[in-house]
């Protein structure tokens, strides 16, 4: 996996390639959250949306192509 860490406090600025495959750790994982239930998994550390009031609909919406 290519991970390049511009600055070690800003996650956002990580280039990470998607096409890279998953490692073991990472599938696991995933595996084990698709096992939890919704009340199972902790957004505790997630703020909720109050404010709605510049949301977007359909800002990031592609249609697909048809063949």
Known sequence: MKEKETN???LE???IDPSDPLIPQQIEELQALAAKTDS???TSD???ITDWSNAERGKFYQPT???
Request: aromatic letters at 0%.
């Open 40 to 42: 199972q998994i902790d």
């Open 46 to 48: 997630i703020p909720p």
């Open 8 to 10: 070690e406090t800003n």
């Open 13 to 15: 600025e990580r280039d």
């Open 65 to 67: 192509k048809k063949k």
